[in-house]
């Protein structure tokens, strides 16, 4: 068991589990961050989500306020729309905006994870834990037990707060249906997509 409850737990080294810590840390509170993959910066990126993410307005504020905006925006390339391809091979080009300035602002998910990763435990009060996997949750005792990927330790990690940034599979939105009058739906969509590569 850890000795020191911080304010906040974080589900998740993602990309909302770091931008919430430093959210967090801003405002003076403790966090704790456990992941269940290694560290990217190490063991380089997972097979998993490769195609670029494409940062809006929104984003860029939410960077901007932990201080990442100029940083991130060396790394992203500027989108003005996209090309449609019909069934029958007309082009026609669709702007994002109704200007050159209104775009879209593309950036490798991995690239953005490791520059809030960096971020983030630069901050005093962050802690991230990697290759940490949740194998219960307590809700009612505030507790969850962590199994370390490498060692196999079990350990019993108590907190104040949880935070979910675990993503699509998320183990404590498991946990939180079991509670009485908790309501979750899930809907697919009937879409895919094929990623290429194209080399420049």
């Given amino acids: 068991m850890t000795d020191t409850v911080p ?9 909302a589990g770091p931008l919430m810590a430093l959210y967090l840390a801003q405002e003076g509170y403790r966090v704790d961050v456990y992941e269940k993959r290694p ?9 998993g989500k490769s195609i670029n993410l ?5 984003a860029l504020f939410a960077l901007e306020e932990v201080g990442l905006v100029d940083e991130v925006m ?3 390339i500027p989108m003005r729309g996209r090309m449609l391809h ?5 082009l026609s080009f669709q702007t994002y905006g109704i200007n050159d300035q209104e775009v879209l602002n593309s950036i490798s998910r991995s690239l953005l994870n490791i520059t809030l990763l960096k971020a983030a435990e630069k901050v005093d009060g962050i802690r991230i834990i990697f290759n940490q996997q949740v194998e ?18 079990q350990d019993l990690v108590q907190f104040q707060t949880l935070v979910g940034a675990d993503g699509a599979f998320s183990v404590l939105r498991y946990h939180m249906q079991k509670l009485d009058r908790f309501n979750y739906e899930q ?7 094929k990623e290429l590569v194209i080399p420049a």
């Fill in 7 to 15: 304010d906040f737990t974080i589900l998740g080294a993602g990309l």
């Fill in 54 to 58: 494409a940062l809006s307005k929104r």
């Fill in 74 to 76: 060396q790394q992203a």
């Fill in 136 to 153: 219960k949750i307590n809700l009612q005792e505030k507790s969850f037990q962590l199994a370390d990927s490498n060692s196999k330790q």
């Fill in 86 to 90: 019909s069934q029958t091979g007309k």
């Fill in 39 to 47: 560290d990217p910066r190490k063991n380089g990126v997972a097979q």
């Fill in 187 to 193: 809907y697919f969509i009937d879409h895919g997509y």
